[in-house]
């Protein structure tokens, strides 16, 4: 059984940043990709980013790019959210996910088998 437990939310104002991690176990988590995604209130759940088995590919939703860095720790079986120029509109229950099939890249929610609790994100204008 795949376990993932996010930590590192939390209240910023806009502009500052907050790190999100992940940690896995039950699994060889270097074969499989991994994803965040984000649900706001009212809203479906989105993806955010995702990041390749090995680390060397990353993909990055439109509204994030160039703000958030998705990265992982292969021998500590963690992956990151470094979320920079934070906006209110980033508010949301951040999810990290794993991928159920080995050596694939994915943004669509309905591949990711595994998923965190959630943490929650606020970003105060």
């Known amino acids: 059984q795949v376990q993932l437990v996010e930590s590192g939310g939390g209240l910023v104002q806009a502009g500052g940043s907050l790190r999100l991690s992940c940690a896995a176990s039950g699994r060889t988590f270097s074969s499989y990709g991994m994803g965040w995604f984000r649900q706001a209130p009212g809203k479906e759940r989105e993806f955010v980013a995702a990041v390749s088995w090995s680390g060397s590919i990353t993909y990055y939703a439109d509204s994030v790019k160039g703000r958030f860095t998705i990265s992982r720790d292969n021998a500590k079986n963690t992956v990151s959210l470094q979320m920079n120029t934070l906006k209110p509109e980033d508010t949301a229950v951040y999810y990290c996910?794993?991928?159920?099939?080995?050596?694939?890249?994915?943004?669509?929610?309905?591949?990711?088998?595994?998923w965190g609790q959630g943490t929650q994100v606020t970003v105060s204008s």
């Open positions: 996910a794993a991928d159920q099939t080995q050596l694939r890249l994915s943004r669509t929610m309905r591949e990711y088998a595994y």
